[in-house]
């Protein structure tokens, strides 16, 4: 199939998604994801138009580093999540699965039982050269899944980098999945993310893993308690459970709706969705504004002499960047 | 005097800095800081031409919140390090100050023994519009100190918002100061800027705080264990001092130093410090692409409409930013 026959028109899509139509769904993401010109003016104007639509949804965003059972755990949680009448999209924010060529979410078989379960849809982790691309198409793909009728979205990221502030910049709740051993696995978590967590949840608390995981909760309740307030009055909590035996599964899903009710009825939910919105903006102006810069064949090329002088010390990096970027815009007025 | 005639040529001020004269370094720095277009081209080959001549110092970033006795701190800490021969130059990062007018150092007089001590040089906040603009001329700052002799800078910030970032990437070592009683005070310091720390001082040590600061001492120290190591292989350290007693100061000195060595002889140093200038640049350079787009009269103008069809849902974030984005770059060819 080409890419003509693939593309549907811009009513197709939005009357697609809003019927809850999968395939249609589906479609609209890859368009999203596209990188040509005409289809991003396409996907510009469905995301517009399904806008009204969309924000019916609890976001939570889900992390931790590969071997805490991220996918077990989704797997669990998210039956656990769709039996209670709910239904379910998961995405996934992961920068890395381009020079890997592999992806978190793999293929969908990686989680078996949902991928098959009708009221769950799991879309794997978008193809992009950078975070900000990625994080932009991810942030696109789950306003669509909204006006698909999703009304919980888990994103997905991998704990170890920047995506994570950029996960935490478009959910309503920052689940951190953490193994019980405070030793050398936490060295794969990058600094700053215990700090932004809403909750944590000690994994694989089964068989001789119980008193470790039920240990390692103490310690993370005692070492919260010395981190500032979130500004909404919500202390971070920490929970043990088991994705094999399910324990512990019904209380972190009780929680994080018990979040949801305190955040929407002391306005917080829709506050930081505002500020959120705001933010997304700043961030991908910021991003676009970056990559026309970057790419640029003229700055590309003095880049590379430049940056050696930089290293070398030899030249103040500050005035390597206002040399750059007054060249790159010498066209423009400069108000 | 006149702007004219306060002006230097770039031949003077670099002898000057080089000479240490430190009237020329104050008259240089605030070149730097001028927002004037002739005074930056002045700047830019003055800070091009010192810079084989900086490097040779031991950077230093102190934080902590309102209240937990930072000027008396580093008057205090700064007495020790003079008294041990070396040349010590204080600068403040606090983009705050814009609005409230005021200064984190104030008047040199906040810090009356250190502000009167030939072997310090203390510059106050630089005014400026944004914290990219004011970090940029802080580090800046810290080169013409560097080339002028200094060999210990301390970079003061305030501990409560972006600029901790900042500060943390132009520093060799993180200080950050807190009040014993993990109580309300914590508040102020933002989520984050404990991780970044290399060492956390507890103050006012001192009377009947001896035994808050020291149980304060081994709550910090038993979570900081939670945390992942540093790339560097430093594990964060918890001291108490009193800037009154001076009790403290010289081990918090000899830790800093401890520190200077280990990471001198692994080379991290060094490694961390020509990945802080490739950062600067490409920060720097993300800072002026940003306010020159920001500042453009019609990209301002459209703006505010279309920031409140982002607040209230109309309009996706990512499409308004992609649409602005592409007009303000309309003649610059995208390759």
Chains 1, 2 share one sequence.
Not at 196 to 222: C, L, M, P, Q
Not at 246 to 273: A, C, F, H, V
Request: glycine share 8%; proline share 3%; aromatic share 6%.
């Amino acid at each position: 199939m080409g890419k003509r026959k693939n593309r549907l028109s811009a009513d197709e899509y939005v009357e697609g998604i809003l019927a809850g139509n999968r395939v249609i769904l589906s479609r609209a993401i890859t368009l999203v994801e596209s990188s040509l010109v005409s289809d991003q003016q396409l996907a510009e104007e469905v995301v517009n138009r399904i806008m009204p639509h969309t924000g019916n949804s609890l976001r939570i965003g889900i992390t931790g580093v590969p071997g805490v059972g991220k996918s077990t755990f989704i797997e669990s949680f998210g039956h656990l999540v769709v039996e209670q009448g709910d239904k379910l999209a998961v995405l996934a924010v992961d920068p890395s699965s381009q020079k890997t060529r592999g992806s978190i979410l793999g293929d969908k078989t990686r989680m078996e039982q949902l991928s098959h379960d009708s009221r769950a849809f799991i879309r794997p982790t978008p193809a992009g050269a950078a975070l900000g691309g990625v994080s932009a198409k991810t942030r696109e793909s789950m306003l669509l899944c909204e006006a698909a009728g999703f009304n919980v979205i888990f994103i997905e990221t991998v704990g170890v980098g920047q995506s994570e502030i950029m996960v935490k910049g478009m959910v309503d709740f920052f689940l951190l999945l953490m193994l019980s051993g405070a030793g050398d696995e936490l060295q794969g978590i990058k600094k700053g993310i215990i700090e932004i967590a809403d909750a944590i949840a000690i994994t694989k608390a089964d068989g001789e893993n119980v008193d470790a995981a039920k240990k390692a909760k103490r310690e993370y309740s005692n070492a919260l308690h010395l981190f500032p307030l979130n500004d909404n009055g919500w202390s971070p909590q920490v929970k043990v459970c088991s994705a094999m035996t399910k324990d512990g599964l019904p209380e972190i899903w009780s929680m994080i709706q018990k979040y949801e009710s305190s955040m929407r009825t002391n306005g917080y939910l829709e506050k930081n969705r505002s500020n959120q919105r705001v933010n997304w903006f700043y961030e991908h102006a910021r991003y676009l504004l970056e990559s026309r810069f970057f790419h640029q064949s003229e700055v590309k090329s003095s880049l590379i002499d430049m940056l050696a002088q930089i290293k070398n010390g030899e030249k103040s990096s500050i005035s390597v960047a206002r040399y750059l970027v007054d060249y790159f815009l010498k066209d423009i007025p400069n108000d």
